[in-house]
Structures are given as structure tokens and as C-alpha cells.
């Protein structure tokens, strides 16, 4: 899949863009602040039809402004287009469309743009609770498995239910958590076994990429940590009703799961520096694409947002070579520095199209 041309109003800094696209490389500088996240950040939403950094609609309305628009101009592998359309006006329900026809369910979109996204916010994964690093497994997964989706909403349904009933201030009637605690089990567990597969075919692509850019200085490790490990899931939400009631959440579940991270056998929290730390989370993230460009049948669209950062010349220099490699398809990046995409783009010898980016108004970069 390609973007071909980018439409968008009013969408956080950017007030009016129309931007015709290279098919391989785009490159975005400026300083920060001017508008380059934002950008990805409106290629991102007509993958997953919401805001990587931002999960209230209307607050990606830009100041002063009524509504927001972004248009796709898209092509398929086989040369065919899509059009893609996401608009919402405040106080009113979101519209997102393709090729003129509306969907009834968001979630029958995920997954026809597969997309990979590396950016700073991904350090959360290293520093941050258990629900980003379910995110990274929830976000792959569900790019090109459907049932996994709709056992993921199915299972949060449950969950959400489960919960009220636990905070209730009168005693709950047994055979309603029976029912939400069934459902609960039966979609965890498709849940787990995903995920557990996912994991296992996942690991050794990436210890391969930290490899490949860290030139084989470090070892690398990555698990997988359920309570769907520990037995049955009915079994476990039954036997802790009673405690999650005095607690008023559910304290067992695959909401619960986790990846634990390893340097050298250590904990990366405790022990990465920032450099290891960044190699580490780019080269889960280019897992990431690895993966869903081999189970999608679809090339990601790869963005890539102020990724030099806290990286040395010489691990710089292997996510060029990797990335300017004919597995990855259309990249879109940013950057403060122009001297790295100077020094990178010759390198990389490919078709590629650079914009500046200053205030919310990006143009053509003059050579």
C-alpha cells in the first residue's frame, strides 16, 4: 500500500495541507514544535482511525477551529486506488469513510493500511505499565487478525461489565458474573494463545535487528508473562471474586499480561542506557513491520519520527542500511537535523521527496 496524496484541515497545528508524496522515501524537517509529528500523526489516523497521541477526538480540532478533515489517496499492490476519509465536527459523531462509503464498525478499517510507527513515545514500552507493551501485541495482532479483534473487544466488553458489577454497592447476583467471567475465559484465551504464537515467531526477528544495529555488542531478550499460565481462566476470576470484590477490579485476566524485557539477562529498565534502550525499542518496532509485511500480505507503511536521537554515528549508520533495503516499502520520517537525512538519502540512492515544516505549513525543502 502507498500514499499517494494527503489531504488535511485543520488537524491539530495544520490548518491546510495538500501534499503529493514519493512512494519511497518522504523526509520532514524542522524544528520542534512546527508540525512534522503532527503530520504522521494524520497518516496514522486513516490507518487506525484515531490519534497516536491524542485519544479525544476532539481535541485534535485545531484551536478556534469547528471540524477537522484528512483525505488518503491511496494504491493498492495491484495498482488499484482507495480512498480514505476521516472527518468529525465538534459535538457530533465521527465520520470515516472508504472510497465514499461510510463504515458501520471502526473496526472493520484496522488492518487494510497496515502501519508501523518508531517514536519517542515508545520509551513508554521500556518505562511504562503493562498496557503499552499489551498495546504493541494488541496493535500487531490486530492489523491482520480479525478474530483476534473482535475477542479483544468482546473480552473488554466482559471485562468492563465484570468490573461494575465488582464496584456495585449491592451484592451482585451470582450468575452474572458467571456469564461475564464465561466470556471473559473463552475470548482470553484466544487472546493468549495469539499472543503466546505471535511471541514465539516474534522473538528471534527481533534479537536479529538488535542484532544487525547494535553490530552484535549486546544479547537481547524478550517474555511473555500471562495468568493464563498459571490455569484455567474461569477458574482463576471464580476463585477471586471475592477479593476483587473488597479490591473493586479485576486482578486476574490477560488485561493483566506482560513482556518483560532483557539486557544481557537484566532487567533494560534498570540496566540500558539511552542508546541500548532506543536500539532496542526501534528494533521491536521493525519486528513489528517485519512481521506484518509476512502475515499481512500488504507492505507497512513505515513512520519513522526523530529516531536519531540518543543513537551513536555507527548504529545511525545500520538503521540506514536497514531501512533503505528493498524490504521496506513507503517511509516517512522526520528530523531536526537535516545533515542526517543530507548524509543518509545519497546513501540510500532511492526516490524520496523532503518538506520543511515550519508553524503547521510544510513545502517542498529547496535542495
Not at 231 to 259: C, M, P, Q, W, Y
Request: net charge neutral; with cysteine.
Amino acid at each position: 500500500m502507498i500514499l499517494k496524496h494527503i489531504s488535511i484541515l485543520n488537524y491539530k497545528n495544520l490548518m491546510e495541507t495538500e501534499l503529493e508524496l514519493s512512494p519511497k522515501i518522504n523526509c520532514f524537517l524542522g524544528t520542534n514544535g512546527m508540525g512534522k509529528t503532527n503530520l504522521l500523526d494524520a497518516i496514522f489516523y486513516l490507518s487506525f482511525c484515531k490519534s497516536a497521541t491524542n485519544p479525544i477526538d476532539s481535541q485534535n480540532i485545531m484551536h478556534g477551529q469547528d471540524f477537522f478533515a484528512i483525505q488518503g489517496y491511496y494504491e493498492n499492490n495491484d495498482g488499484t486506488p482507495e480512498e480514505i476519509y476521516c472527518g468529525l465536527k465538534r459535538h457530533q459523531k465521527k465520520h470515516f469513510k472508504r472510497n465514499k462509503k461510510e463504515y458501520t464498525r471502526l473496526a472493520d478499517h484496522i488492518g487494510l493500511i497496515p502501519l508501523v510507527m518508531v517514536s519517542p513515545s515508545d520509551s513508554g514500552l521500556i518505562n511504562g505499565g503493562s498496557e503499552e507493551r499489551r498495546k504493541l501485541m494488541d496493535v500487531t495482532l490486530s492489523q491482520y487478525d480479525k478474530e483476534y479483534l473482535n475477542a479483544l473487544l468482546r473480552y473488554n466488553r466482559a471485562l468492563q461489565q465484570r468490573n461494575n458489577l465488582l464496584k456495585a454497592e449491592t451484592e451482585p447476583d451470582n450468575e452474572l458474573f458467571d456469564i461475564w467471567e464465561e466470556m471473559m475465559a473463552t475470548n482470553g484465551e484466544t487472546l493468549y494463545n495469539k499472543r503466546a504464537a505471535f511471541i514465539q515467531n516474534f522473538i528471534p526477528t527481533f534479537q536479529s535487528f538488535y542484532a544487525f544495529i547494535s553490530q552484535g555488542k549486546e544479547q537481547v531478550s524478550l517474555c511473555y508473562k500471562s495468568h493464563a499460565q498459571q490455569g484455567e481462566l474461569a477458574g482463576l476470576l471464580r476463585d477471586n471474586r471475592l477479593r476483587d470484590r473488597i479490591i473493586g477490579f479485576s486482578t486476574k485476566g490477560v488485561h493483566k499480561d506482560d513482556l518483560e524485557m532483557q539486557l544481557e539477562g537484566y532487567p533494560l529498565k534498570r540496566e540500558g542506557s539511552q542508546g541500548q534502550s532506543k536500539t532496542y525499542l526501534i528494533a521491536l518496532k521493525l519486528a513489528q513491520f517485519d512481521f506484518l509485511k509476512k502475515t499481512g500480505g500488504s507492505t507497512p507503511l513505515l513512520l519513522l519520527d526523530d529516531i536519531f536521537d540518543k543513537l551513536d554515528a555507527s548504529r545511525v549508520e545500520q538503521i540506514i542500511r536497514l531501512v533503505g533495503s528493498d524490504n521496506f516499502g513507503q517511509i516517512f520520517m522526520t528530523d531536526t537535523n537535516r545533515e542526517h537525512l543530507e548524509d543518509m538519502l545519497p546513501e540510500i540512492n532511492k526516490q524520496y521527496r523532503s518538506f520543511h515544516v515550519q508553524n503547521g505549513a510544510i513545502t517542498p525543502a529547496i535542495p
